[in-house]
């Protein structure tokens, strides 16, 4: 038997330096984003880029995350 993949949601992760720490290590939050698991990486990536305009911290990573069920067919 295959296993078969079947997409549920995806969401864009937008790693935000927020500070930093009293060590001087760079300190993050991390904002997600629902997207479509049929949008291309492309189509998640522009939205990020217009989200990153309206943040007040500077962005560290863009990050997309699928999930998915696994079927056993």
Request: aromatic letters at 6%; a positive charge; proline letters at 4%.
């Given at each position: 038997?295959?296993?078969?993949?079947?997409?549920?949601?995806?969401?864009i992760?937008?790693?935000?330096?927020?500070?930093?720490?009293?060590?001087?290590?760079?300190?993050?939050?991390?904002?997600?984003?629902?997207?479509?698991?049929t949008?291309?990486?492309?189509?998640?990536?522009?939205?990020?880029?217009?989200?990153?305009?309206?943040?007040?911290?500077?962005?560290?990573?863009?990050?997309?995350?699928?999930?998915?069920y696994?079927?056993?067919?």
């Amino acid at each position: 038997m295959a296993v078969v993949k079947m997409p549920q949601s995806s969401t864009i992760a937008i790693k935000l330096q927020k500070g930093v720490t009293t060590t001087g290590s760079p300190a993050y939050v991390t904002r997600n984003y629902t997207g479509k698991s049929t949008a291309t990486d492309q189509d998640l990536f522009d939205v990020a880029q217009a989200l990153m305009g309206l943040q007040a911290y500077p962005v560290a990573d863009i990050a997309r995350v699928d999930n998915a069920y696994l079927v056993n067919q």
